[in-house]
């Protein structure tokens, strides 16, 4: 299949690609089976998506069972049975006092809602100046214009530029090699950094803005773990000035950092939070904004045969993605996935920082079953030396992930310790290797 086909691949370099093309045309477990027949061990669960491995047969059972009974429902003034248990279920592994759930179809479309749902909220509670949102460098929040807006990371942006929304800024970003380099879970050093807020709010005004949106452990830019402190002095921050705070939990919900939540093991909470990756182990792609009573309430307020939300997709709570969330979640509690996958995690952090010294290596970074090891970039060519690496693993039967120079790990809730060495010695070879 070397000649070029239709298909457009998102996020890839498609004319590399398809010189010598990549394909998986099954999976089981933990791996993947290429086209050619080669099976591969996926050290990145999905696309962060998929911690209770592929193909679970609970899952694709309940899959199955769901697209024969009800394939499809309208969503709009009517529903299905299994949204409504869906969102009962997701608020069982929520925050106390989150017990509103708003299902969307990706992460991208999560965070777009919840930024909606924070304008939506200081409107219906006479607050309609606070219309700023702000967000922090170097974050995801997925590829639509909320998101890609409060979004942080250049590459993303910058094509775009001119169509960002305007009224948002962003709080500085966490990461400081010289302070932090090598910290295993959190970094001591870089609460203050929170202090940034600060710095908006005098500028603005507090009472003019509308949210802050965080990942809690950012993902995508390549695995930064907030420093001890950080998320509650956040926190406070927002309660200060009256500001609703946002956790981006598409990755680090359901498991991926042992617990339900971030806001669960760090103990802060948020006012929105946004998930989707986990909530269906990535069989049906879903997404979900779950949101504290007080603002739900709010809505609620005018005529009650009034639309109180002007916000939705075809696919809101599509009953088959339902189904597959069901499943997911039943599945989490018999295998007691996230105390697993705590169980884990000193283990994970052995065998990743294991690779300190190897070449090219200048940090690793690690929380939860989420790891990051950044190369020094080569001369002129940024990004080439991970890419590089992530192609000789690819080689050696191993998925992982590279973000430019930074290569990602996001290992099944219940890997291996086996299969963490796997891992780690597959690229540990790639990276003397490669130049
Ligand atoms: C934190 C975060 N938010 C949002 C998204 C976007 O999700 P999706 O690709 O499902 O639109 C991602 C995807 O990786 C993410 O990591």
Request: with cysteine; aromatic share 8%.
């Amino acid at each position: 299949m070397s000649q070029e086909q239709a298909f457009w691949l998102p996020f890839t370099a498609n004319r590399a690609f398809w010189k010598s093309p990549r394909v998986i045309r099954a999976a089981h477990g933990h791996h993947y089976i290429t086209e050619d027949g080669r099976e591969l061990l996926d050290g990145f669960s999905g696309l962060w998506t998929s911690g209770l491995g592929h193909c679970h047969p609970k899952i694709v059972e309940a899959v199955r069972e769901q697209v024969g009974t009800l394939d499809y429902g309208m969503g709009f003034q009517v529903t299905n049975d299994k949204a409504i248990a869906l969102a009962n279920e997701v608020t069982r592994f929520a925050p106390p006092g989150m017990n509103k759930v708003f299902f969307t179809n990706s992460g991208s479309e999560a965070a777009d809602t919840a930024l909606k749902i924070a304008l939506a909220y200081h409107r219906a509670r006479g607050e309609g100046q606070r219309t700023r949102l702000i967000g922090r460098e170097r974050g995801y929040h997925g590829v639509n214009f909320g998101g890609m807006s409060v979004g942080g990371i250049p590459a993303n942006r910058k094509v775009f530029s001119a169509a960002l929304l305007p009224g948002v800024d962003h709080i500085r970003h966490t990461h400081s090699l010289p302070d932090m380099a090598f910290s295993r879970g959190q970094p001591t050093w870089g609460a203050h950094l929170a202090d940034d807020l600060e710095r908006l709010a005098a500028l603005h005004d507090g009472s003019n803005i509308a949210a802050v949106i965080v990942e809690p452990v950012a993902g995508s830019t390549g695995i930064l773990v907030p420093p001890v402190g950080y998320l509650q002095r956040l926190r406070g921050i927002c309660d200060k000035y009256g500001i609703l705070l946002i956790f981006d939990e598409v990755i680090t919900a359901f498991g991926r950092i042992g617990a339900p939540f971030a806001a669960t093991r760090f103990d802060v909470m948020p006012d929105i939070i946004t998930t989707a990756k986990g909530l269906t182990n990535g069989v049906i792609p879903m997404g979900a904004v779950i949101v504290r009573d007080g603002i739900h309430q709010a809505l609620m307020d005018g005529p009650d045969k009034v639309v109180e939300l002007f916000h939705g997709y075809t696919y809101s709570g599509h009953p088959v993605a339902a189904a597959a969330g069901l499943a997911t979640m039943q599945v989490y509690r018999e295998e007691d996935a996230f105390a697993r996958a705590l169980a884990l995690e000193p283990a994970f952090e052995e065998a990743i920082h294991a690779l300190s010294g190897e070449p090219h290596v200048i940090d690793i970074r690690n929380f939860g079953l989420m790891g990051g090891i950044e190369l020094a970039p080569r001369d002129g060519a940024p990004g080439m030396r991970g890419f590089d690496v992530f192609l000789k693993c690819f080689e050696r039967g191993l998925v992982i992930r590279n973000g430019g120079d930074i290569l990602q790990f996001s290992p099944f809730l219940d890997s291996s310790v086996d299969e963490l060495a796997q891992i780690f010695d597959t690229v540990r070879t790639a990276l003397r290797e490669v130049d």
